[in-house]
């Protein structure tokens, strides 16, 4: 008989996260739904057990909350005693969105591009606090989330790391080629290194040197968060060579987050995660998938073509 796999999903009450629980618990996994809410993660659980799916339950988190991180690891040790699947979903986009008809669709025909950052002036607006605490939540919490749940993950035969990223976090849209260098040396890379990155760009975001020292120019902090993701990814992958790490962008989703002008529908962009998340034990480990194909962590055009 085959042995119960066990599995969180951060950010899991709504969008991509709770269609990835849904997908899951068909599969026949048992899923933590976590969401920083309460009611909202209860009644995401509730919509799903009407579909049948008993095999969801709920757990409070907010991965920017240590004593919440800790409170989901004393539940899962307690009661389920391993982890097999962590799904870090839960993500910040780091900016404020302004036009009207982008929220209504138009959204959707736009390309962030820095070659197009003058036509979005009036559409954007990405303030220094929230691109803070974007990297905080998609890097930084992402991070802390995944070591506390290290230990659990270690007692699985068949441990998964699916972490949800983005075509953004492509080093296409960095313009420092010697930064993109050092963040594809995965040999040389290290987590402090990412840290020293990552300060640097805040300074520069702070001081408006983006465009002198080869950042992102548009949807910024999103982008080097994605990309520090990516990276450390990777960097896992290798430290824990018997647990699969890998990164997904998902595709352009109709989701609350893209303010509904995705091309894609959450049950198809569920599928990308999901299928990390449930790879054969032959399957691979650090790489990046975008949908469900292996893709580079560094296109030579623009990845949106």
């Given amino acids: 008989m085959e042995e119960k796999r066990y ?22 996994v048992k899923v933590i739904l976590t969401s920083r809410n309460q009611s909202r993660g209860e009644e995401a659980v509730e919509k799903l057990s009407v579909f049948g799916l008993s095999n969801v339950v709920f757990h409070q988190l907010d991965i920017n909350d240590q004593s919440s991180i800790a409170c989901l690891v004393k539940f899962v040790q307690t009661h389920f005693r391993k982890l097999d699947i962590l799904v870090n979903n839960a993500a910040e986009l780091g900016l404020i969105i302004h ?3 982008f929220r209504a669709g138009g959204g ?4 962030v591009t820095d070659e197009k950052a003058h036509l979005l002036s009036n559409i954007i607006q990405e303030p220094y606090e929230l691109g ?16 506390s749940l290290i230990p659990l993950l270690q007692l699985s ?3 998964r790391i699916v972490n949800v990223s983005s075509i953004y976090g492509d080093l296409y849209w960095f313009h420092n080629d010697k930064l993109k260098e050092e963040l594809q040396d995965i040999d ?16 520069d975001f702070k001081t408006g040197k983006l465009q002198k020292n080869g950042w992102p120019l548009t949807v910024s902090a999103y982008k080097v968060s994605k990309a520090a993701l990516n990276a450390y990814t990777r960097l896992m992958a290798r430290k824990f060579e018997n647990i699969f790490v890998n990164c997904v962008h998902p595709g352009y989703v109709m989701t609350d987050m893209t303010y509904q ?9 569920a599928k990308g995660p999901v299928m990390a998340a449930l790879l054969p034990d032959n399957g691979p ?14 296109s030579s055009s623009n990845p949106f073509i």
Avoid: H, M
């Fill in 188 to 203: 040389n890379l290290t987590e402090e290194r990412i840290d020293e990155i990552i300060q640097w760009f805040l300074t």
């Fill in 108 to 111: 959707g025909n736009v390309q």
């Fill in 7 to 28: 599995a969180i999903v951060t950010g899991g009450n709504r969008g991509i996260g709770l269609e990835i629980c849904r997908q899951l618990a068909s599969n026949g």
């Fill in 285 to 298: 480990s650090g790489v990046y998938f975008d949908q469900t194909q292996i893709a580079t962590f560094s």
């Fill in 261 to 269: 002008t995705g091309f894609i529908t959450v049950e198809e962009g």
């Fill in 99 to 101: 036009d009207k008809e």
């Fill in 132 to 147: 803070e605490k974007c990297l905080k939540t998609n890097y930084y919490a992402t991070k802390t989330v995944t070591e």
């Fill in 157 to 159: 035969k068949s441990p």
